[in-house]
């Protein structure tokens, strides 16, 4: 077994051997195929800085400081690959999966399967990617070149169903196929809840000291695709009581909202069912987001005139516009949208913190960015004024739902249709999840799996 870092040197590289980590940073920028960058799975970078932006107040048009953590300087270019990490260590560790003999399923909308694609090769194993067949072309190279084979199912981020359909029937052909499914595991979960949470958590401390917020985070945004990443905000609940934590779902598939379904381009959001890993009795609001707005919201960093527009007539430092340019892809906008809503739905002011995250770049999108210019044509700078007016100031509070003790109950019930009905979970299963306890006790399994990590490297060392 190939194996990387503990949960605990994710969240403190510095915690990792030196030579190791001085060895993983070398490779990052010369080798990101060998197996040591899975020391690089991290949200901090050489220095131990967070990756991390504080968006420009002229861009979201309020006051409360929005702060984007960014995941193109993972490797593969996406934190998802955190998760995908996550889930097959502590597959492996805990024998459910031997590298040597099984082959691995990563039922993705994208970017888990890429991450899946490339942990997998990492370490030592060969992969099946499932995933939509309406996905960017971005996607399909990114997997192909990390050696994983793909197989496409009907539909676009919203055809869930048919990736679970598929991984069904391969586990039925090959007793050797093992499912990674990032929707159920929870080892998703506890990447986001332990090393994503506790990274904001000190972020907002660090950010306290260079002028920015109070110290304490007011609010998480984040769209659920796995619902891995929203996670980060039991976490943050925990260490602060009024924290809120926001869910984002698209207006044209509004399971949550209204039990609805459709069809939507808001890649790396899936939809038209509940994951089972989110712990929907502690989220505080559910917010709708037009996916037409989130892809006309990138173009703005997609365009030069956008860019230039940014600089001349909303007077952003060019070099924070030039840093902002590839940061952020269609899921990261729509966060940002989310971010905005939040600030306006419950007054958030210049003292607080609203902290959300870009799951991967503009890099895996300029073919939608090209099917945006065949539609509506490049940006010139009236139209970059229009996205900045028209997509991000114009933000509103409609499409918001409360996380009511009635509200909370239908989402939770949500999930019978899908685990029970469907993927073979029992209600007595389903009905646990219902007490805190269950998900504190997953996340105090962080420790057990560090610790058996730990002791597989001594062993490995004599």
């Known amino acids: 077994m190939i194996a990387g870092p503990t949960f605990e040197e994710m969240l403190h590289p510095h915690k990792i051997n030196p030579e190791i ?21 991290t949200w901090r970078d050489a220095n131990n800085h967070v990756y991390h932006i504080v968006l420009p107040k002229a861009l979201t048009g309020v006051d409360a400081n929005i702060v984007v953590l960014y995941g193109k ?78 197989i496409k199912t009907y539909g676009c981020e919203s055809n869930v169903k048919e990736i679970y ?17 990032q929707f159920e595991v929870m080892g998703n979960y506890r990447f986001h809840y332990y090393v994503t949470g506790n990274t904001i958590a000190e972020l907002a401390a660090e950010l306290q000291a260079q002028g920015v917020g109070n110290g304490k985070v007011a609010a998480f945004v984040s769209a659920m695709g796995s619902a891995g990443t929203i996670a980060a905000g039991d976490r943050l609940k925990q260490i602060w009581s009024d924290h809120k934590i926001v869910g984002l779902e698209p207006i044209q598939c509004p399971t949550l909202f209204n039990n609805g379904y459709g069809g939507h381009d808001i890649q790396g959001i899936g939809d038209k069912h509940v994951t089972w890993i989110h712990h929907v009795n502690n989220m505080d609001a ?18 030069q005139a956008g860019l230039d527009t940014l600089i001349n007539r909303y007077q952003i430092d060019p ?37 959300t995250v870009a799951t991967d770049s503009l890099n895996r999108y300029h073919s939608v960015m090209d099917n945006m210019r065949e539609y509506y044509g490049v940006l010139d700078e009236a139209a970059a ?35 029970v009905e469907q993927q073979g979970k029992t209600v007595e299963e389903l009905d646990a999840q219902r007490d805190p306890q269950w998900w504190i006790d997953h996340q105090q399994l962080v420790t057990q799996i560090d610790e058996k990590l730990i002791e597989l490297r001594k062993r490995s060392v004599v």
């Open 21 to 41: 980590r001085q060895r993983a940073l070398i490779a990052s920028k010369q080798d990101p195929l060998d197996p040591i960058n899975l020391y690089n799975i």
């Open 73 to 150: 300087d993972f490797p593969s270019g996406s934190h998802k690959v955190g998760a995908a990490y996550s889930v097959l260590l502590e597959k492996t560790l805990f024998g459910e999966v031997n590298p040597a003999q099984h082959r691995l399923v990563w039922p993705s909308t994208g970017n888990y399967g890429i991450g899946g694609a490339w942990v997998g090769g990492r370490m030592g194993c060969k992969s099946i990617v499932v995933l939509p067949e309406e996905m960017s072309q971005e996607r399909y190279q990114m997997i192909a070149n990390y050696g994983a084979d793909i």
């Open 165 to 181: 359909d598929e991984t069904k029937r391969l586990r039925a052909e090959d007793p050797n196929i093992r499912i990674l499914n």
């Open 286 to 303: 559910l917010m709708c987001i037009d996916d037409l707005t989130c892809k006309k919201g990138l173009q703005l960093f997609a365009d």
């Open 319 to 355: 070099e924070l516009v030039e840093h902002m340019q590839d940061l952020f892809g269609i899921s990261g906008i729509c966060n940002i949208l989310g971010a905005i809503k939040t600030a306006k739905y419950y007054h958030l002011g210049k003292d607080d913190l609203i902290v």
């Open 385 to 419: 004024v229009g996205r900045v007016e028209g997509v991000f100031h114009a933000a509103t509070t409609d499409w918001i739902m409360e996380g009511t003790a009635d509200a909370r109950e239908r989402w939770h019930n949500l999930k019978y249709y899908t685990w």
